[in-house]
């Protein structure tokens, strides 16, 4: 059982579309973080969110942590080539750092 | 600044072989820790370390041994591989438990045959 899940798990688009990954559990997190990994690399920290309700953004990319802080969605707009790869959430419920599941996201040219 | 380095890159070992995975960070961290990666999985985090001296088991610890000499190592020792244990391994350190973000090496892909 994964303390976080991700979905969708698989994500292929074309240039200039709209999507949203979601990440849910059923535990409230003190954060919750958002990284991206591409192919042969550790993941990369995108961004932090701490308090319920609270939205960040990042260029294209949007960033929401929900009320009870026990969900969180990142929305790409216009997605880009670049944006292709996986997308990892992660949170700290209790003394130990969980990640999901991720969602891995193809932007077709 | 290096940041998280982690060797070798990739490796092969036979089944019963034992190994030690190195990762050493430059950025006075105390928080490490060490993660698996497989597909479908995600990361599963396999031990970490508050600070020097002090090491935990994470969810999947089995197989596996720690230790934490001082700040900058964290040695991942695999006792006598099996082919369970095929997967990407990523050492990864923070400064304050992960709740600012952590700072992963680029992973060792390991296969055991």
């Known amino acids: 059982t994964q303390l976080l899940e991700q979905s969708p798990q698989f994500l292929s688009i074309q240039e200039g579309e709209n999507l949203t990954v979601y990440c849910n559990s059923s535990s409230v997190f003190s954060s919750l973080q958002w990284y991206r990994q591409e192919p042969g690399e550790g993941p990369v920290l995108l961004v932090t969110v701490v308090t319920g309700g609270e939205v960040k953004k990042l260029k294209r990319l949007t960033f929401q942590f929900g009320d009870a802080r026990k969900d969180s969605s990142l929305h790409i707009t216009a997605a880009q080539p670049g944006d292709t790869g996986l997308y990892l959430c992660?949170?700290?419920?209790?003394?130990?750092?969980?990640f999901g599941t991720g969602t891995s996201l193809t932007v077709i040219p | 600044n290096a940041g998280v380095t982690q060797t070798p890159k990739f490796q092969v070992l036979k089944t019963g072989q034992s190994m030690t995975l190195q990762c050493a960070q430059d950025m006075n961290h105390e928080y490490m820790s060490w993660y698996r990666q497989d597909p479908g999985m995600g990361l599963r985090l396999i031990h970490y370390s508050v600070g020097a001296g002090i090491t935990d088991q994470g969810e999947v610890p089995n197989g596996y041994n720690v230790s934490r000499s001082t700040t900058e190592d964290f040695p991942l020792r695999l006792l006598s591989a099996a082919p369970s244990q095929t997967s990407v391994y990523f050492c990864a350190s923070s400064y304050s438990g992960g709740h600012y973000g952590y700072t992963f090496g680029s992973g060792t892909r390991l296969t055991v045959v």
């Open positions: 992660a949170g700290v419920p209790g003394n130990q750092f969980y």
